[in-house]
Structure formats: structure tokens, C-alpha cells
């Protein structure tokens, strides 16, 4: 069974920073896109990035590109989402997402995702 479970998220100021990261278990690592998707209240989950299997390629959303940065260790089974200077829009709570499909190096919808973490909150003041 893949478990992927976040850590990372607080509160922050505006202009500040906070890295988020999601460790995987219970399948090769390093088969498999992953992702970060973010929620806020009363709105629909929305793509943040996507990181291909091998590192090769990374996405963004336009709302966050140059802020966001998101990496991985396949050593460590673990990706990462750097953020910088971050406004009270990018308050949410932030899910790491797993590719359902192997070696693929597209771009995650929803609906590519077979496994979800739990979520962790981030929360922006202006």
C-alpha cells in the first residue's frame, strides 16, 4: 500500500519561506511523477507542480512559477516544494501526489493521481 506523508506547513508572514516535503512508501520511488496539489476554503483543489520520475522535468502553475520550487531525493524516497515569497492567496492546505501511471513525464491532472498524503496546512498573514 503507498502512503506519502507531508510535513512542512505553518504559519508564515507574507514574503516569507517554507518547504514542504512528502515521503513515500510502499512502492519504487523513482518509478513515478509526483506532485503537489493545494486546496484553499471554498475552492477546488488546484495543481501547484509536477516533477517528472527522473527529475528531468518539472511544471508549474502560473500563480506560483518563480516562487515554488519543487525537487526530489530518490534516495530518500522524498519530494520536495520550496516556497519564497508567499502571499496570503497561496494559503491552503497542500497534498503531495503520486502518479498512478510509471515514467511518465507530463504534467499531473487530478485525475493522474493514484495516491494521496494527507495534507498539510499553509498559512500566509499579510
Known amino acids: 500500500q503507498v502512503q506519502l506523508v507531508e510535513s512542512g506547513g505553518g504559519l508564515v508572514q507574507a514574503g516569507g519561506s517554507l518547504r514542504l516535503s512528502c515521503v513515500v512508501s510502499?512502492?519504487?520511488?523513482?518509478?513515478?511523477?509526483m506532485g503537489w496539489f493545494r486546496q484553499a476554503p471554498g475552492k477546488e483543489r488546484e495543481f501547484v507542480s509536477t516533477?517528472?520520475?527522473?527529475?528531468?522535468?518539472?511544471y508549474y502553475a502560473d500563480s506560483v512559477k518563480g516562487r515554488f520550487t519543487i525537487s526530489r531525493d530518490n534516495a530518500k524516497n522524498t519530494v520536495y516544494l520550496q516556497m519564497s515569497n508567499l502571499k496570503s492567496e497561496d494559503t491552503a492546505v497542500y497534498y503531495c501526489?503520486?502518479?498512478?501511471?510509471?515514467?511518465?513525464?507530463?504534467?499531473?491532472?487530478?485525475?493522474?493521481?493514484?495516491?494521496w498524503g494527507q495534507g498539510t496546512q499553509v498559512t500566509v498573514s499579510s
Open positions: 510502499g512502492r519504487p520511488f523513482d518509478n513515478y511523477a
Open positions: 516533477i517528472t520520475y527522473n527529475g528531468g522535468n518539472t
Open positions: 501526489a503520486a502518479d498512478r501511471l510509471t515514467r511518465r513525464t507530463v504534467r499531473l491532472k487530478a485525475t493522474d493521481v493514484s495516491s
